[in-house]
């Protein structure tokens, strides 16, 4: 198998880097500023277009922003590691804390932001369209090369595992591309299995895809069930709901008080909706929110206004959106201080990486997950760009394709009814009743649904064309699907996000990472005390 060439396709894109960004969103962003700052020639790839691509751009973001006040820092990181579950890392997190406060105000000349009302300048929100707009003109200046449309399907590796580049299809043009690069970054968000969540419809897991078939771990994919909450018909932001309270359909409240928060609350509304449909009251919203909503989240009060509905008055219906691994906490795993991958060459950023080293079995919600997008994204781009300066191009070397499913199958080619496997991962990673109450016996059913969909969609589909990024994203999904129920099944305990009905407590014995990967068979392992990632250095 080898890397597409010229001589195998006339039509082919063919592209040089010192490191490729694959992904545009807030960590792809910071990722490649961080690269073309340290001197590398970057290209940014995008699924999509840089800016309206992904969560970060139809949110608005709020970053962990903690001013270093005496005592303050380790306050914060004690508050957070606290809720961690045993699993975060407080160098890290007080390494994140720092960055994020050194960083944002560097995008001043690309972002508006406003006063904070004391005479100081408001940096920890921001307004996500804006914000990626910022990101782009800012990565635009220092020379980045952005390739809108471009999705990225597979990487390209030398004989000896380490990545060579990427390969992908130019969505517009119509033509395949190959890009040759010292190192690649994968930014590609995490995977929330077309719950219909707001900006998520590119977040398909597929740099975990990519990544594993070239070797990479995962960690954390049991903490892939978070849920964000919004009207029936339309996912938005969460910002409206902390002070809801809910009615049954017969109007009788539901014994959920506010504020909302939490694994316990979300359950009881999980199973709420099991019973039938939720409404929602914001009345008692605090004043402020309801005057500035539409300022901070213009996308929330959008689909109220064109529905008629007044949110802050009137009940209106809810309901759960999956979130996956974007606000769940599981991706590739992070093996040293730079955020490399385990494969030599890989690096990994923002929700497509795992965030438990500061936040644990815990989503991170709220604050921890921008601020990590952000400090990834940085460290994953000055590393990559350090690692090409140190051992340079290797592009006279022959590269090979590592992508296999749905591109190279292994037996004879045949119809393989990609709806069907879409409808099967959504029933197993989205149905509250299976991802709140998750059991050994529901997980092993999942395992075994899910194992026979991948030997139809793997072994038997050869994608061709355009069609090849919609095979790659169904096949991403199962994948993720796969690694998430392995990993859920193996946790044989309860902690943070992760429930069992079976094991509903910790297992003082299981507070480490657990691991996961491979494709065809996947593996899963402890990560112990002896293996966790390389220390930081002091
Ligand atoms: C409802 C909601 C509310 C949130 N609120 C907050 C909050 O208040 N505070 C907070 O800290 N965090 C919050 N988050 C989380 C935060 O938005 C994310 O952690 C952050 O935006 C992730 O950035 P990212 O760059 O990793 O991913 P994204 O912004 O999703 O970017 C992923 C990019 O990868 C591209 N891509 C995907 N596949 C490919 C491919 N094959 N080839 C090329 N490109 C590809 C996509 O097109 C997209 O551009 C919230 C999330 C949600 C969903």
Redesign the pocket.
Known sequence: MSAPSRSDNVDLIELEADVLV????????WAAIAAARAGAAVVL????F?GT?????T??????WVPPAPGRREAAVEERHARSFGLAERDWMMRIVETTWRTLPELAPYYPFAPDGSGGTYYS?LR?PEYMRGLRRFASDLGVRILDH????ELLVHRDGSVAGAA?YARLQRRPWAARAGAVII????C?FRSG????D???G??YL?AAEAGAELSGMEFSTAY?LSPAWN?????PYPAARFFDAAGAELDIPPPMSGEPHLKALGAAMLAGPVYADLSDAPDLLKRILSRIQPASPTPFERRGIDLFAERFEVKLYG?GT??GTGGLRIAGPGCETTVDGLFA????ATRELIAGATS??????????LTS?LDAGAAAAARTRRLGHRTAEPAVAAGRAALRPKAAVRDVDRAAILADVQREMLAYDRVLWRSEESLRAAETALGDCWRALSDHTAAQGLDRVAA?ETAAMLATARWCTAAARARRESRGMHMRTDLPMPDPAAAYRLLTGGSDEPWTRYETAAARPTELAA
Do not use: C, Y
């Not at 930014?187 to 995490?190: F, I, L, Q, R």
């Open positions: 694959i992904g545009g969103g807030m960590a792809a962003g790839v995008d699924k999509g840089m691509s992904g969560v970060t751009a949110g608005g973001p709020n970053h962990w929100g996500g471009f999705p990225a399907l992908g930014a590609t968000g995490g929330a969540l707001i900006g998520s590119p977040n398909t597929d740099g990519m964000s996912s938005t932001r969460t910002l979130e974007i606000r950023a923002g929700d497509a991170g919600g709220g604050a921890q997950n921008s601020a990590w997008a994204g790659r």
